[in-house]
């Protein structure tokens, strides 16, 4: 067995078990009456088991979501090419402090190398962030996205998932809106001129799985995250119940959504953004490709009027989204040795 660059390794307390814990899992729920010509009357029991799903998990699972299978499969096969070239080719499009688009391998979660590479595509090319996390610079800058050469159907197969996954992600937030009690369309302002992007994530083999993690234990900070995943399996989320980590099983064709910190803080913690981590396996490789659905830059995100009274007052001051992201972006590229931002940061 060789030798583990100490600097993946966790912390004795977060290496994963590999008994994995399958018993309960998160819920299956089947989308397919968005499928017809329902009205919102006859959504309710779907919108009943998405707000139960979000506030006792935080995370689900949706079948019969109406993505084109085509574009599902595509993104991997364009994703496997990708990976398989050498470093020095994945290397021509490597992201960097200024442009945080493109090929990555030495991405840190809180502090600790990931067993992964990813490469990161924006949704809309280009997309506006601040220049800076300091609160003060108004400057703001454009992210282009890289493609690489190889292979070329690959820049149209990152389009094509992520233009699919918009439309996913708006039929999610509605019914996690009507959930809430609000009107359908309440959330969908914030997403005008989103900074939404997409992954591809591969998680090679790994000869000390039990010593490292694929992706450390971590929470989406934007609003919701939904994330094709292959057959290999890995992902794991925290339980709220007991703090356990359970694994969530590959269903064919499904998602897994789960909500982010910008929905905990809407909802003034009604749903909370849940902890999760990947495993990696010690002879099978590992592909997901997850969509994260975040707000435009200039959003202030705090607890939604309609769901705070005297009784239940804001538990979140107002903060801008993109000095957020801008934040977090600069801490998942270089240790910075101090813990990197999070919504609690801005609890009343
Ligand atoms: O690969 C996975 O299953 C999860 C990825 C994830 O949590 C992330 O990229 O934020
Ligand atoms: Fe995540």
Redesign the pocket.
Known sequence: MGEVDPAFIQAIEHQPKLDITEAEGIPLIDLSPLNSSNTDADLSSLVTEIGDACKNWGFFQVINHGMPSKCRERIELVARKFFALSKEEKKKVSKDEVNPLGYYDTELTKNVRDW?E?FDFTLMNPAIIPASPEPEDKELKQLINQWPEYPPELRDACEEYAAEMEKQAYKLLELIALSLGLPKTRLNGFFRDNNSYA?L?H?PPCHVPHLVL??GR?K?GGAV?I?A?DDVG??EVKRKTDGEWIF?KPTPNAF?VNVGDVMQVWSNDKYESVE???MVNSEKE?F?F?F?FSPAHSTWVEPLEELINKDNPAKYKAYNWGKFYANRRRSNIKNLGVENIQIYHFRI
Request: proline share 4%; aromatic share 8%.
């Open positions: 992964r990813v992954r994530n998680y694929g992706l971590h989406d995250t994330l995943q890995g992902l969530v897994i999760h981590r990947v590992r997901s997850p994260f």
